[in-house]
C-alpha cells in the first residue's frame, strides 16, 4: 500500500503564488510517474503537470510558463510551484502516482486532494 499526502493549497489573490507538495511513502520500490491534477466545480479532473522517472514533464498548455513541476527523489515528494494564479485555477488538486510497490506490481494512486482558491 502507498499513500500520498499532499500539502500547501489555500486562498490566494490573482496573481499571487502558492506551492503544492506531494509525499509518497509506503510500499515503493520505484516510481514510474508522479504529478498533479485538478477537478473544478462541475468540470472533469484534468491533467495540470506530470514528471517521468526519466525527469521528463508534461503539462496542460494553460499552464505552460506559470506552474513548475519538481521533484526530490530521496524523499519521494514532488512540488508544483503554482505562479501568476488566475481565478480560473481555483479547483481541487489531486496528487498522483504510478507505482511499483515491493511486489513488483505498478499501481495508480491519488492522493485526498487539496483546494486552491483564487479570489480577491
Known amino acids: 500500500q502507498v499513500q500520498l499526502v499532499e500539502s500547501g493549497g489555500g486562498l490566494v489573490q490573482p496573481g499571487g503564488s502558492l506551492r503544492l507538495s506531494c509525499a509518497a511513502s509506503g510500499s515503493i520500490f520505484s516510481i514510474v510517474a508522479m504529478g498533479w491534477y485538478r477537478q473544478a466545480p462541475g468540470k472533469q479532473r484534468e491533467l495540470v503537470a506530470v514528471?517521468?522517472?526519466?525527469?521528463?514533464?508534461n503539462s496542460a498548455d494553460s499552464v505552460k510558463g506559470r506552474f513548475t513541476i519538481s521533484r526530490d527523489n530521496a524523499k519521494n515528494t514532488v512540488y508544483l510551484q503554482i505562479n501568476s494564479l488566475k481565478p480560473e485555477d481555483t479547483a481541487v488538486y489531486y496528487c498522483?502516482?504510478?507505482?511499483?510497490?515491493?511486489?513488483?506490481?505498478?499501481?495508480?494512486?491519488w492522493g485526498q486532494g487539496t483546494q486552491v482558491t483564487v479570489s480577491s
Open positions: 514528471m517521468l522517472s526519466g525527469g521528463s514533464t
Open positions: 498522483n502516482a504510478r507505482v511499483i510497490t515491493h511486489s513488483r506490481r505498478e499501481y495508480n494512486y
